[in-house]
């Protein structure tokens, strides 16, 4: 299976400050078309995790452009360009090049 | 998009429930589906996998076909059934939908999921 390993777990952030989180793969996720195979989700208190970007760096409808993602390969990286106190949640990634599995989530607490 | 699930409640071990997941909003028959779990303190885990046409499926191999996902094109509703229940299946349960239409394997990469629906917690205890 392809592990992935996410740090930090937990990053407590102060309003309008950036923060970041990275996610390592066992193996690359990137195929020959190009594509890495890695997603970011965040799961906010009492919701269902939703979708910010798929294949590494694609921002899903209706997330802020204060998030960027990107990486390539091994590992990835998901950005918050100035965190709000809506930004308070769970954040994971996944990878599907070899069925699924996701990284262990990365608490983002507000100061 | 709505992915509505039901069906979770308590079990005894080697007991047995059916999870539902009723969708509406989208061609039910364009996208895969598939379930995933999040047990307490530990990482999302999947758990099976269907295709559009139900023709195909995937199963996490630790669960040694004690769970069965299967469609129903007419209710537009995805089920997992899972039997021989264990103390380590307590978990939150969530249905989802591949992200994009079509179907995706190893030769092609496989989907993301998207959107998630709520979870349903499944507690096996005596």
């Known amino acids: 299976d392809i592990v992935l390993t996410q740090s930090p777990l937990s990053l407590t952030v102060a309003p309008g400050e950036p923060a970041s989180i990275s996610c390592r793969s066992s193996q690359s996720l990137l195929r020959s078309n190009g594509n890495n195979y890695l997603h970011w989700y965040v799961q906010k208190p009492g919701q269902s995790p939703q979708l910010l970007f798929s294949l590494a760096s694609n921002r899903a409808s209706g997330v802020p452009d204060r998030f960027s993602a990107g990486g390539s390969g091994t590992h990835f990286t998901l950005n918050i360009n100035g965190v709000e106190a809506e930004d308070v949640g769970l954040y994971f990634c996944m990878q599907s090049l070899h069925i699924w599995t996701f990284g262990q989530g990365t608490k983002v607490e507000i100061k | 998009v709505q992915l509505v699930v039901s069906g979770g409640g308590s079990a005894q071990p080697g007991g047995s429930l059916t999870l539902s997941c009723a969708v509406s909003g989208f061609t039910f028959s364009d996208f895969e589906m598939s379930w995933v779990r999040q047990a307490p303190g530990k990482r999302l885990e999947w758990l099976a996998y269907i295709s559009s046409s139900g023709n195909t499926k995937y199963y996490e191999e630790s669960l040694q076909r004690r769970f069965t996902i299967s469609r129903d094109s007419v209710g537009k509703t995805v089920y997992l059934q899972m039997s021989r229940l264990r103390a380590e299946d307590t978990a939150l349960y969530y249905c989802?939908?591949?992200?994009?239409?079509?179907?995706?394997?190893?030769?092609?990469?496989?989907?993301?999921?998207?959107?998630w629906g709520q979870g349903t917690l499944v507690t096996v205890s005596s």
């Open positions: 989802l939908r591949g992200g994009v239409p079509g179907n995706y394997d190893v030769s092609t990469g496989y989907n993301f999921f998207d959107p």
